[in-house]
C-alpha cells in the first residue's frame, strides 16, 4: 500500500431483484462532482473498513449494515491523490436507503453501471462484478 493512500471502505449493496446501489456526488463537491459512485467513505482514525462503512452508509444513506464481506481490495492514483479502496459486498441491511446529503441515488443491474459515469478507481468493481453476474 502506498503510505500516502487515502483509505475509503466502499459498499455494493444489492437489493432482492439484484440491482445495485450507486449516488452521484453532488454537482458542489470538491472532488469530482457529477460523477457516480459507490456509497462508501474515508476512515476515520481509528477505524477499520468495516467500521466506516457501518458509519457512513447510516450517515448517508440511513441505512443499517447488517452482513457483508470483503469483496477486493484495489488502489487508483489520481493526478492529485491516491486512493486504497477496501470494497464490501453488503449482504444483510435494514431499511431503504434515502439520501441523508443531497446526493442523488440509483439502482442498476450490473451491466448498466458501463453507461454510468462512474469515479475512475471504480471501474475495477464494475469488472468485479460483471465477472460475478457470469458466473
Given at each position: 500500500?502506498?503510505?500516502?493512500?487515502?483509505?475509503?471502505?466502499?459498499?455494493?449493496?444489492?437489493?432482492?431483484?439484484?440491482?445495485?446501489?450507486?449516488?452521484?456526488?453532488?454537482?458542489?463537491?470538491?472532488?469530482?462532482?457529477?460523477?457516480?459512485?459507490?456509497?462508501?467513505?474515508?476512515?476515520?482514525?481509528?477505524?477499520?473498513?468495516?467500521?466506516?462503512?457501518?458509519?457512513?452508509l447510516?450517515?448517508?444513506?440511513?441505512?443499517a449494515?447488517?452482513?457483508?464481506?470483503?469483496?477486493?481490495?484495489?488502489?487508483?492514483?489520481?493526478?492529485?491523490?491516491?486512493?486504497?479502496?477496501?470494497?464490501?459486498?453488503?449482504?444483510?441491511?435494514?431499511?431503504?436507503?434515502?439520501?441523508?446529503?443531497?446526493?442523488?441515488?440509483?439502482?442498476?443491474?450490473?451491466?448498466?453501471?458501463?453507461?454510468?459515469?462512474?469515479?475512475?478507481?471504480?471501474?475495477?468493481?464494475?469488472?468485479?462484478?460483471?465477472?460475478?453476474?457470469?458466473?
Open positions: 500500500m502506498h503510505p500516502d493512500a487515502i483509505k475509503v471502505a466502499v459498499a455494493v449493496v444489492k437489493d432482492a431483484r439484484g440491482r445495485i446501489l450507486v449516488n452521484r456526488r453532488p454537482a458542489g463537491a470538491a472532488f469530482m462532482p457529477g460523477y457516480w459512485e459507490f456509497p462508501g467513505g474515508k476512515l476515520e482514525r481509528g477505524e477499520d473498513a468495516w467500521q466506516a462503512l457501518v458509519r457512513e447510516k450517515e448517508e444513506l440511513a441505512i449494515v447488517l452482513g457483508g464481506q470483503p469483496l477486493m481490495v484495489l488502489e487508483h492514483g489520481y493526478p492529485d491523490r491516491r486512493v486504497r479502496l477496501e470494497v464490501w459486498q453488503v449482504d444483510e441491511y435494514s431499511g431503504w436507503p434515502v439520501p441523508q446529503e443531497g446526493q442523488q441515488v440509483g439502482w442498476c443491474e450490473p451491466r448498466q453501471l458501463e453507461q454510468l459515469r462512474l469515479l475512475p478507481a471504480d471501474g475495477p468493481i464494475v469488472t468485479k462484478l460483471l465477472e460475478l453476474a457470469e458466473t
